[in-house]
């Protein structure tokens, strides 16, 4: 096979060829190929297919190698490629920061089409990671003033370049939680760590092998980051604010409760496409 011309089918049977006795399932070995390829191409899956007999050039065919070999090692494809899709966008992603995730989008697309382009907002990104949340929102939102945040220094260094991709108008704070946080927000919204440690027998391997454990895991069964927000969150949240957090399957009557007990608010607990327990809305009466 070396010796043939490296056309996009060529590499994609050569990634197959490689990746088999890896990843057992021939769908789950095409996805990722084909992510992949899309990404170093700049590509649509379309573009793709209709581009199978065009030959690659040296430096791409390289990098594509390269990334198979990596994921053969158990790294997650987007870490291989070096950025993940999340809500139309690309983001820079590696080992600083969690993959982002589609149930994520949905906590996103919550905020969305609760508060229009009329309200001019003041936002705060608890846990930012690798920004995903707040570019999302400010580039959906240009007209809101938006604060990412993070207790990773690595994290925020990785954050900073996607929002100088895509929303230079956020401002970062290394901060953890609220302790660096001055003033009032009209939204607050966290994707905190939320996976208890009993739980890394149900996990992934490759996620436990690469992604990094401070923004998987939390103590007290992964609600501990939750409990410490909700004794600052009225501090932070303006009257008639709002605050959306991301939570695990098993935590939405807990946290329900939890952000209930505050004074003064109405909690609404949402499900993911999968029908999971997976968002929380706390609302300042």
Partial sequence: MMDEQWTIQAVRDWG????????????ERSAQIDYLLTGMMDWDYSQLDNNRYTILE???????????????????VQ????????YGREFQVDRRVLIPRQETEELVDWILKDHS???????????????AIAVSLAAERTNWQIVASDISADALDLATENIAKYAPQVKVIQSDLFEKIEGQ?????????????????EMDESVLLYEPDLALFADDDGLV???????SLLEHLSPKGNAYFEIGYRQGQQLQKLFADL????????QDMSGHDRMIKVSRR
């Avoid at 980051?225 to 004794?231: I, S």
């Fill in 16 to 27: 197959d060829w490689q990746l088999e006795p890896y990843i057992h399932e021939k769908e």
């Fill in 79 to 86: 870490y291989a490629l070096g950025h993940a899709a999340f």
């Fill in 225 to 231: 980051l939750y409990k410490k927000m909700a004794q």
């Fill in 58 to 76: 040296d430096e791409k065919r390289l990098r594509f190698m390269v990334a198979v070999r990596a994921i053969k090692g158990g790294l997650p």
């Fill in 263 to 270: 004074p003064d608010v109405t909690v609404e607990l949402r």
């Fill in 117 to 131: 382009m009329t309200e001019a907002l003041t936002v705060l990104d608890i846990g930012t990671g690798s920004g």
């Fill in 185 to 201: 927000f009209d939204l607050i919204v966290s994707n905190p760590p939320y996976i208890s440690e009993d739980e890394r027998d």
